[in-house]
Each structure stands twice: as structure tokens, then as C-alpha cells.
């Protein structure tokens, strides 16, 4: 069974950094790509940053030049580099796997709270 532990979230001042990363685990094949979300409250799900098995990463506009995503395939392990925080970057952060052959399935993480304040 695929399980995705994250960690690294907390409480940061403006401009601060952390770091989160995603462990998968459970008789993973075939990953297509690995990414964080992020929820606020009152608000959708959106997509922060993904990365496909091929290396090309995406990126939500709000977090272009800030953000980086990064894997280490060995360790089936993605990370979220996030710099100079923002007080709106505060959210839950979700970490997604999309794998699987024939069928194709996205597992989720159970989140991490990231909180930008002064």
C-alpha cells in the first residue's frame, strides 16, 4: 500500500525559509510525477509546484522564483525548497504521487502546516 509522509512545515517569520519533503513508500512503479499543493482556509486546493519522471517541473506563478521542487529518485523522496515566505504562502501543504501501471492512481499525503507570521 503506497503511503506518502511529509515533514518540515512550522512557523516562519516573512522572508524566512523551510524546506518540506515527501517520502513514498509501499510497492511504488511507474511514477509519472510528484508534486505539493497547498489549501488555505476559505479556499480551493491549488497546485504549487510538480515534477514529472522526466525532470520538467511547473510552477504556480505566485511561488515562480521563490520555490523550488526537487527529487531524489533513489529514496523515492520529492522536496519543496521554499524561500523568502510570505504571509500568504501560509496554507496546509499536500504532497501527490501520480503512479501506477496499467492503471494509473494519485495517492496523497496527509499534509503539513506551514504558517508565515511575524
Known amino acids: 500500500q503506497v503511503q506518502l509522509v511529509e515533514s518540515g512545515g512550522g512557523l516562519v517569520q516573512p522572508g524566512g525559509s523551510l524546506r518540506l519533503s515527501c517520502a513514498a513508500s509501499?510497492?511504488?512503479?511507474?511514477?509519472?510525477?510528484m508534486g505539493w499543493y497547498r489549501q488555505a482556509p476559505g479556499k480551493q486546493r491549488e497546485l504549487v509546484a510538480s515534477?514529472?519522471?522526466?525532470?520538467?517541473?511547473n510552477y504556480v506563478d505566485s511561488v515562480k522564483g521563490r520555490f523550488t521542487i526537487s527529487r531524489d529518485g533513489a529514496k523515492n523522496t520529492v522536496y519543496l525548497q521554499m524561500n523568502s515566505l510570505k504571509p500568504e504562502d501560509t496554507a496546509v501543504y499536500y504532497c501527490?504521487?501520480?503512479?501506477?501501471?496499467?492503471?494509473?492512481?494519485?495517492?496523497w499525503g496527509q499534509g503539513t502546516q506551514v504558517t508565515v507570521s511575524s
Open positions: 509501499g510497492g511504488i512503479s511507474n511514477i509519472y510525477s
Open positions: 501527490k504521487l501520480r503512479a501506477g501501471f496499467p492503471i494509473i492512481k494519485d495517492y
Open positions: 515534477l514529472t519522471s522526466g525532470g520538467s517541473a
